[in-house]
């Protein structure tokens, strides 16, 4: 999703398409929907995964966090407040429910795909055009339906259904026209060409709301203009899926996490992403030191006690170790190398998956506080952010030359 900046390395344009897009998430159906928080699952001990996520010397801790997270029970008064927006929600949902068995109703499908050859960008920024799509969808009232394969898994397979059903059905047009939407700006465009494209299209895109600085949200889907822009994408992703829980999958990437914790994502270049640990952007160990040290000082200033410390960048994760005990933190870190999953082509187990990529991601939604360093905002973890319902007072940034901490008063989703 490459138009980063969750929380103000650039400056985006959060207009009316995104807020009011995004209040639509709120319309949801009765279904009772929580937060991913809410579904935080105890670890539970399963040797197979164990043995193919972390060295067999390692065994897995087991958890003290509780099965809600920090911020869950904000799901209902942030996404479902309104009588407009329950009724937005609950209309498209039996209007989904009931078109997904009509050949005809089809027809008309708007697809969003991210299949092993496309280029979709992080995954960030495939769940911010993933979020677009079906918004777009729900505004023209047409059915909406997720391809999604990656690093030889599905990840759909990695949530369960919720208010609506996103798996392709049988009935779908195999022969959609297909777009590939990927860096643009302008989401009134594509809405239009949606609008005027009357046939089963298939949309590759990472389009970020943001930039609308029209009314088009307002003028499509009026119920929606309450919803919080930096709720938008948790809304969204909820409204498709119930959250996934950690699994034993995180117990053996992870030690075991408290029950409050700050999150410390450390975004690096896309490449240092390989097997051979490269420091941050190419630059030298003393800059990324640097990141490292502010951000940890960052955390302490935040009365914070243990952190878990996110990183593509294998020194950084070593650094903020070695530099924890000094300045009195716990820092846990995964024990696995992250990998990326638009550049990386290599066809993974799915517990190699999670291992990679996927428990950052889970384990990010688990933060009390999250702080993201480095010189440019990830959306990898601002869209976790977002799934979590993280306040945007609890959302801090590490970044400059030399490296300062402050608030992050530019954080939204779609960064």
């Known amino acids: 999703m490459h138009c980063p900046s969750l929380r103000g390395v650039r400056v985006v344009v959060a207009l009316s398409f995104c807020a009011a897009l995004f209040c639509f998430v709120a319309s949801l159906p009765s279904i009772a929907i929580r937060g991913p928080l809410a579904y935080r699952k105890a670890l539970v001990a399963d040797s197979t995964e164990a043995q193919e996520t972390a060295p067999a010397t390692t065994p897995p801790g087991p958890t003290t966090k509780q099965e809600s997270g920090p911020y869950s029970s904000t799901f209902e008064q942030i996404c479902t407040a309104g009588s407009a927006n329950h009724a937005l929600f609950q209309e498209y949902a039996d209007f989904h429910r009931t078109c997904r068995q009509n050949a005809s109703c089809l027809s008309s499908a708007l697809v969003w795909q991210c299949d092993e050859k496309d280029l979709c960008g992080g995954l960030g920024d495939e769940i911010r055009g993933l979020v677009f799509t079906m918004l777009t969808a729900m505004a023209l009232k047409r059915p909406f339906f997720v391809r999604w394969r990656k690093m030889g898994q599905n990840l759909l397979d990695l949530f369960t ?176 190398q992250a990998r990326h999953i638009d550049h990386d082509h290599n066809l993974l187990s799915a517990p190699a998956f999670r291992a990679a990529l996927w428990s950052d991601f889970l384990v990010l939604q688990q933060a009390s506080t999250l702080i993201r360093s480095g010189s440019r905002v990830s959306g990898f973890s601002g869209v976790a952010a977002s799934m979590g319902f993280m306040p945007v007072d609890k959302m801090w940034r590490v970044s400059g030359d030399p490296p300062v901490c402050a608030p992050d008063e530019s954080f939204h989703a779609g960064a």
């Not at 590939?180 to 009357?198: C, G, L, N």
């Not at 943001?210 to 809304?235: N, Q, R, T, Y």
């Not at 075991?256 to 700050?262: A, G, K, N």
Request: with cysteine.
């Open 161 to 336: 259904t919720n208010a609506i059903d996103v798996r392709p059905p049988a009935d779908l047009p195999r022969g959609c026209d297909k777009f590939s939407i990927i860096d643009q700006t302008d989401p009134r465009v594509w809405f239009s060409k949606a609008k005027d494209h009357a046939g089963c299209a298939s949309w590759v895109t990472n389009m970020d709301l943001f930039w609308e600085s029209g009314s088009l949200a307002a003028e499509v889907l009026p119920a929606m203009k309450d919803i919080k822009l930096e709720a938008v994408i948790g809304c969204g992703v909820n409204y498709m899926f119930k959250p996934s829980g950690l699994t034993a999958a995180e117990g053996m990437n992870f030690p075991p996490l408290p029950e409050v914790f700050t999150a410390i994502h450390l975004r690096c270049d896309d490449k240092a992403m390989e097997r051979k640990p490269v420091a941050l952007n190419g630059t030298d160990e003393e800059v990324e030191s640097s990141l490292v040290q502010t951000s940890l000082q960052c955390a302490r200033k935040l009365q914070s006690k243990t952190v878990v410390f996110v990183s593509c960048s294998e020194s950084a994760k070593q650094t903020a170790v070695r530099l924890s005990g000094s300045m009195g933190l716990t820092v846990l870190t995964s024990r696995a």
